[in-house]
């Protein structure tokens, strides 16, 4: 069975501050697919990052990052220079390979706040 | 750029009644879903849709939900007796072809408040 274990509930920083976001995974498949989305004070939620099984290369997109470490089951989040339109929940998500119609199983969230 | 999309944003329904939740995917797709997210909580998986037909349901997903695609454009959640604990927001979602590859594209959400 597939799992997201996100263990910050909440992440409070200053403007302009780095801030990481964890994200720790079960899976028995050996392909399976990560996600990143943002979920604004609207509600809708915003696709961020794929990342695919084999490819462990971090990716930087302006001042997003992503982590992904196959050793240690982790896909973590850093938002550098942190601006308050970040304040979001934050869902890590997994979804495994093989089957047509792929459930995302998402991790609880992490409440990121940005104040200024 | 296509999108998603839901009707209605917010639907207030009495406890038994029987909701329709409606949803336009985007025109290519054909593969279907549908996501629930108690206030607070995590968005947990209900359903997945392809060639008419359910491809995979979850645990939540059950005799009191159905899905339908009644046409080329709509696919549409079915609560037949609500109860107070299905008080949610219901995302829909599409994605262009199957397998966890392939980004599924959410709609904006319809909040579903029970009385």
């Known amino acids: 069975a597939q799992k997201v274990t996100q263990a910050q509930t909440e992440i409070s920083v200053v403007e302009k501050e780095d801030v990481t976001l964890d994200c720790v995974y079960e899976?028995?498949?050996?392909?399976?697919?990560l996600f990143w989305y943002k979920q604004p004070p609207s509600g809708e939620l915003v696709f961020l990052i794929r990342r695919n099984s084999f490819d462990e290369q971090n990716e930087i997109s302006g001042r997003y990052s992503w982590n992904f470490q196959k050793s240690t089951s982790s896909f973590n989040f850093t938002i550098t220079a942190s601006q308050v339109v970040d304040s979001a929940v934050y869902f890590c998500a997994l979804s495994e390979d093989g089957t047509s119609g792929s459930r995302l199983t998402f991790g609880e969230g992490t409440q990121l706040t940005v104040n200024p | 750029e296509p999108e998603v999309t839901q009707t209605p944003s917010h639907q207030v329904t009495q406890m038994g009644q029987e909701v329709i939740l409606r949803c336009v995917p985007i025109?290519?797709?054909?593969?279907f879903y549908w996501y629930r997210q108690i206030l607070g909580q995590k968005v947990e998986f209900l359903v997945s849709f392809y060639n008419n037909e359910i491809s995979e349901k979850s645990e939540i997903f059950d005799d009191q939900f159905s899905v339908e695609r009644p046409d080329g454009s709509n696919f549409t959640l079915k609560i037949r007796s609500t109860k107070l604990e299905d008080s949610a927001m219901y995302f829909c979602?599409?994605?262009?072809?199957?397998?966890?590859?392939?980004?599924?594209?959410f709609g904006p959400g319809t909040r579903l408040t029970v009385l």
């Open positions: 979602a599409s994605s262009g072809r199957g397998g966890a590859r392939n980004e599924q594209f």
């Open positions: 899976t028995r498949d050996t392909t399976y697919y």
């Open positions: 025109s290519n797709h054909l593969y």
